[in-house]
């Protein structure tokens, strides 16, 4: 059979016929029948019928084109899939299809259009084709890609982690800034994995919230910590809103979570400080004050209360010219209006202030003016008319900052000091004229102790004399008994020179400039025991060299030669051994002169450097009692000490110290 109709036929053998031409007539699918005419042909496929959406779909006028080849009424369909003409052939002569070739797409270059074709087997070696315009639809599914693209593109670009969820609160999508953020992967942070990365204290909190938001479908705003996997915590702020479809109802949330680590440092570090001030202000051991420029109290701390003897709410409803005498308020009020003018940044001063029960009390202020970004005067024309430049507008005085210290008690030092130093003037002075007093007597003393000696020695050399003239002109007439007497006179004659030479040399101690030299120990020791000449029966024992040092050297002869002649002179036997001992101390030598005499009752120990002291009647030893006496007087001169330790029959040992001075390699 030859169809040769244009238009789909309409039958009329029914209610039902007529129902069915109307729907096809009328579909918005565009259809076609085609006929194979020569079964082994393809191209033989020729247009028998088409609905009117068929012209108006695929934009190609089948009305003139009846019995035309597909291949002609639709080149653009058959090029771009050359085995669709194939395809639909075999379905004219079969009158199946295979299901995964039911529908194929086309575009054309004329009518810029993107089409799907449905295929349908029809009887009598036909087959149907439906034609549907998918351009909008395919323009739409692009330009959603091409949303996808930007929002996925300013998703990664945005400096905030963002997630979407699906309408029970569920993670379904976070960009790599929220991975970032929260230190978790992309998979970790799917459905509510993303909770176990939320700061443990915080976790409940935001759980719950999270939850109660979704159940009221309300917008989600939180702060909220998460602790990332090296222990880092970091701050949030998280905000979700609901996602609606047309029909107003919740289909998800889209919501971003941003750092603010840095600001809550910010705050915690601002906290801090504000607690720390607070703390130095209430805490201080020094009155602080906030002051108005008319004087009166803003803020004040218990110190100043307690400085001021008031409660903190009397002295808030004072002034400071209320606790000021009168005679500081005029400097005081030119002081404050430097502050606050500007001419001054800080000021020092110390003054009174009256307390509550009175009395008054002596302080030391230090105030500085604490400025504003902004002007007291918010009025733009107050601050344009202003004459300051605009960089000095935008800083005006509030207040002053004082910090106010009690200093009753150094004012009470200070006068003490003043009444001090006072005496200490007269003191002085009369220490001056004492001391020119002193010298005085001194220089008399010396020239006394001189006549004295010379006077004094001149008859004791004119009795020696005389004793020896007599006994020279007596010759063999003088009885022996008097030439005993002569002899223990002139004794007694030598014995009161020595002790007029010891007294002087006494009275000369610690008067007489002595040099210091650089002195060997071992050298000077040597040195004395030379000019000792001690019986050859006495052992002197040497210690080992010691490091030459710088002292005064006469001295310290003077010393030693005393004290080791006084070992051999008081020595019981005629032979016998003298031990020398030095030990460095921190800034002293420590010597040491012992002996294996008779030794030396204890009892008899503190009188052994007494002047004119002697163990042994004068009669049976010739000592002056000066010798020790002129040894200790010299060792304390120099700020050293000279003492001894002995037993009977244990022989003595005599320390002294000396001090030390610049050391030198020997």
Request: proline share 5%; glycine share 6%; charged share 25%.
């Amino acid at each position: 059979m030859q169809p040769n109709y244009r238009d789909l036929p309409s039958p009329h053998d029914g209610g039902a016929m007529d129902l069915c031409s109307d729907v096809v007539r009328n579909i918005q699918l565009g259809l076609t029948i085609w006929h194979l005419a020569e079964p082994n042909d393809p191209t033989s496929l020729e247009l028998v019928a088409f609905n009117p959406a068929a012209v108006h779909v695929t934009g190609v006028p089948l009305n003139q084109r009846v019995g035309d080849r597909l291949i002609d009424c639709f080149p653009d369909l058959v090029q771009q899939d050359p085995t669709l003409l194939n395809h639909y052939a075999a379905i004219a002569g079969t009158g199946r299809i295979s299901s995964h070739r039911a529908e194929s797409y086309y575009s054309t270059a004329t009518t810029v259009g993107i089409y799907r074709v449905q295929v349908f087997p029809l009887p009598r070696q036909c087959v149907g084709l439906g034609f549907e315009d998918m351009t909008e639809h395919r323009l739409m599914e692009q330009s959603l890609r091409e949303s996808d693209r930007r929002y996925e593109t300013l998703a990664q670009l945005l400096p905030v982690g963002i997630f979407r969820t699906d309408h029970e609160g569920n993670r379904l999508y976070v960009n790599q800034r929220w991975c970032a953020i929260t230190g978790i992967h992309t998979p970790e942070a799917s459905g509510s994995q993303w909770a176990e990365a939320l700061h443990p204290t915080d976790r409940d909190r935001v759980v719950a919230e999270w939850q109660r938001s979704v159940q009221a479908q309300e917008s989600f705003q939180l702060e909220y910590r998460f602790l990332r996997a090296d222990q880092t915590v970091t701050w949030v702020l998280g905000q979700a809103v609901p996602q609606t479809n047309e029909a107003g109802e919740v289909v998800g949330y889209i919501g971003t979570i941003t750092d603010i680590s840095d600001r809550k440092q910010a705050e915690l570090a601002l906290k801090d400080s504000e607690e720390r001030f607070r703390a130095t202000f209430e805490q201080a051991a020094v009155g602080i004050a906030h002051v108005s420029r008319q004087g009166q109290w803003l803020r004040v701390n218990q110190t100043l209360c307690n400085i001021l003897g008031y409660s903190r709410e009397e002295l808030m409803a004072l002034r400071y010219q209320d606790v000021t005498p009168p005679e500081y308020l005029e400097c005081d009020r030119q002081i404050v209006d430097q502050l606050f003018q500007g001419e001054a940044e800080t000021c020092n001063l110390e003054k009174e202030y009256v307390r509550r029960d009175g009395s008054r009390i002596w302080v030391k202020i230090t105030a500085s003016a604490v400025r504003s970004a902004y002007p007291a005067d918010v009025s733009i024309q107050a601050w344009l008319q202003s004459p300051l430049d605009n960089d000095d507008r935008t800083e005006q005085v509030q207040y002053l900052l004082a910090v106010i210290e009690d200093i009753s008690e150094r004012k009470r030092s200070e006068i003490a000091l003043r009444e001090r130093a006072e005496e200490l003037t007269y003191i002085n002075a009369l220490l001056s004229r004492t001391t020119a007093l002193l010298k005085h007597r001194n220089e008399e003393l010396d020239q006394f102790a001189y006549v004295s000696s010379h006077d004094l020695k001149a008859p004791l050399r004119a009795i020696a004399n005389l004793s020896e003239w007599i006994e020279e002109d007596l010759g063999d007439k003088l009885p022996p008994e008097n030439q005993r007497q002569m002899q223990l006179l002139r004794g007694r004659v030598h014995r009161m020179e020595a002790l007029i030479n010891g007294l002087l040399e006494y009275s000369r101690v610690g008067r007489i400039e002595i040099q210091e030299e650089t002195i060997d120990l071992n050298d000077l020791l040597l040195e004395v025991i030379d000019l000792l000449d001690p019986p050859p029966a006495f052992i002197l024992h040497l210690p080992p060299p010691v490091p030459t040092f710088t002292t005064k050297r006469l001295l310290l002869r003077q010393v030693l030669a005393n004290l080791i002649s006084n070992a051999i002179q008081h020595h019981h036997h005629d032979h016998g051994n003298i031990f020398i001992h030095i030990k460095e101390l921190e800034t002293t030598y420590e010597f040491a002169i012992a002996d294996d005499g008779p030794g030396i009752d204890p009892k008899y120990h503190s009188k052994i450097f007494t002047i004119f002291q002697t163990l042994k009647s004068r009669d049976v030893n010739e000592s002056t009692g000066i010798g020790l006496a002129i040894v200790k007087k010299i060792i304390e001169a120099e700020g050293c000490s000279i003492w001894l330790k002995s037993q009977e029959q244990e022989g003595c040992t005599i320390y002294f110290t000396w001090p030390k001075a610049i050391l030198r390699p020997s």
